[in-house]
């Protein structure tokens, strides 16, 4: 997907996608409102992308460093790595996340 490399793969320790989530954690937490979702790859976190007015996903990444952050979004199966700032398709992540509709579509 990209012409870099990404240097953090041995840091993704989820290899299997939650069957559903609720939403953007924080977003729940908090009462904000999300566009699209995203899963750390490292804990779980599932955050909101860069579109969503709270940006928890990129959020989540500066408070823990972990690199590596996946789309829940139907269809898509693409993963972003924060720290090398490139895109790539990670072999080995199974399984489909049911996921709410967004509160901003």
Aim: glycine residues 10%; aromatic residues 4%; contains cysteine.
């Amino acid at each position: 997907m990209s012409e870099h490399a990404c240097t953090h793969l041995g840091e993704v320790q989820l290899h299997e996608l939650p069957a559903e989530v609720d939403g953007c954690e924080d977003c729940l937490r908090t009462g904000g409102k999300w566009l699209h979702l995203r899963i750390c790859l490292t804990c779980g976190h599932v955050g909101c992308c860069d579109s969503s007015p709270s940006r928890h996903a990129t959020a989540h990444f500066h408070e823990t460093t972990h690199p590596i952050m996946r789309s829940l979004e139907p269809g898509e199966g693409w993963s972003w790595c924060f720290a090398d700032e490139t895109a790539l398709a990670i072999e080995g992540v199974g399984g489909e996340t049911r996921i709410p509709p967004s509160p901003l579509a």
